[in-house]
């Protein structure tokens, strides 16, 4: 473990991407903890104060909104549900389309052929429109988003852990392990699963990236969760209207999806170089 942090932080781009990371999840435990002002209590006399670097007398970092609620505050909260969204979303997915990969790669008749059916169903229908769909039925909850975007996106795994396990059950310890008589599931989870795992984390790490700008799509089109918490995209959807002359009331959010998304984003790319074999022989 200690080798690979040590090789993980030669690249100075994952080493900011880690940063930005740990930051964004260090506001997400311990929001409520560090944040100066509730991020729902309402101020009328202190509604669009800029932010204290221009000029502002006020006491708010970053400035409040057209409710005079503390931005700085509303933000650190907003990491909490986006990380939690984030994480949690993925979970769903990868466990969903794992179980799908396995199945599909090494059954590769009947089950296998259904289940790729399904994934190609999927993969057909726009996955906004299906989102905003299913969102508008079931209706805008923190716990509906999760649900939501956890399974909508579990293709990406299955096609993945499917294509590795069509080369994989070919292979002399599958087919010895199959003739010795183990169990399909024996299989699955002590043969293929830890051969696929590297490609999961991959797939993960530049996922969460992904649902977090799908939560804050949906909170910005109000379909995601409930305005009375604050998220990200909500903040941007209220501050829209008054971004000629309170610009930092929906740029401020913009620009913290855009730090953690990049972030996300470093940190996927430089787990992918060191776990994928063929990039790790080229860095070699």
């Given at each position: 473990?200690?080798?690979?942090f040590?090789r993980?932080?030669?690249?100075?781009?994952?080493?900011?991407?880690?940063?930005?990371?740990?930051?964004?999840?260090?506001?997400?435990?311990f929001?409520?903890?560090?944040?100066?002002?509730?991020?729902?209590?309402q101020?009328i006399?202190?509604?669009l104060?800029?932010?204290?670097?221009?000029?502002?007398?006020?006491?708010?970092?970053?400035?409040?909104?057209?409710?005079?609620?503390?931005?700085?505050?509303?933000?650190?909260?907003?990491?909490r549900?986006?990380i939690?969204?984030?994480?949690?979303?993925?979970?769903?997915?990868?466990?969903?389309?794992?179980?799908f990969?396995?199945?599909?790669?090494?059954?590769?008749?009947?089950?296998?052929?259904?289940?790729?059916?399904?994934?190609?169903?999927?993969?057909?229908?726009?996955?906004?429109?299906?989102?905003?769909a299913?969102?508008?039925?079931?209706?805008?909850?923190?716990?509906?988003?999760?649900?939501?975007?956890?399974?909508?996106?579990?293709?990406?795994?299955?096609?993945?852990?499917?294509?590795?396990?069509?080369?994989l059950?070919?292979?002399?310890?599958?087919?010895a392990?199959?003739?010795?008589?183990?169990?399909?599931?024996h299989?699955?989870?002590?043969?293929?699963?830890?051969?696929?795992?590297?490609?999961?984390?991959?797939?993960?790490?530049?996922?969460?990236?992904?649902?977090?700008?799908?939560?804050?799509?949906?909170?910005?089109?109000?379909?995601?969760?409930?305005?009375?918490?604050?998220?990200?995209?909500?903040?941007?959807?209220?501050?829209?209207?008054?971004?000629?002359?309170?610009?930092?009331?929906?740029?401020?959010?913009?620009?913290?999806?855009?730090v953690?998304?990049v972030?996300?984003?470093l940190?996927?790319?430089?787990?992918?170089?060191?776990?994928?074999?063929?990039?790790?022989?080229?860095?070699?």
């Open positions: 473990m200690i080798q690979f040590k993980f932080t030669t690249s100075s781009l994952a080493t900011i991407g880690l940063i930005v990371v740990l930051v964004m999840v260090f506001a997400a435990i929001g409520p903890l560090i944040v100066p002002f509730d991020p729902n209590a101020d006399m202190q509604r104060k800029p932010p204290m670097w221009q000029g502002s007398e006020g006491i708010h970092l970053l400035g409040t909104d057209a409710l005079g609620r503390d931005i700085f505050s509303r933000v650190v909260i907003g990491a549900v986006s939690l969204v984030g994480v949690s979303a993925v979970v769903i997915s990868s466990i969903v389309g794992v179980a990969g396995l199945i599909a790669g090494y059954e590769d008749k009947y089950a296998g052929r259904v289940l790729m059916m399904l994934t190609d169903i999927q993969l057909a229908i726009p996955f906004m429109v299906l989102a905003l299913v969102a508008a039925v079931v209706g805008a909850s923190l716990w509906n988003i999760i649900a939501i975007l956890g399974l909508t996106n579990w293709v990406q795994y299955s096609r993945v852990v499917r294509a590795e396990c069509l080369v059950r070919e292979r002399e310890f599958i087919q392990a199959h003739m010795m008589g183990i169990s399909t599931l299989i699955l989870t002590r043969h293929l699963l830890p051969n696929v795992l590297s490609s999961v984390i991959v797939i993960s790490s530049l996922l969460v990236a992904k649902m977090i700008i799908f939560e804050s799509s949906l909170s910005f089109l109000g379909l995601g969760v409930p305005p009375i918490t604050p998220t990200w995209g909500t903040m941007i959807a209220e501050g829209r209207n008054y971004i000629g002359n309170a610009w930092w009331v929906a740029t401020i959010p913009g620009i913290a999806i855009f953690t998304v972030g996300v984003n940190v996927g790319d430089r787990l992918r170089d060191l776990l994928d074999p063929r990039l790790r022989q080229v860095e070699s």
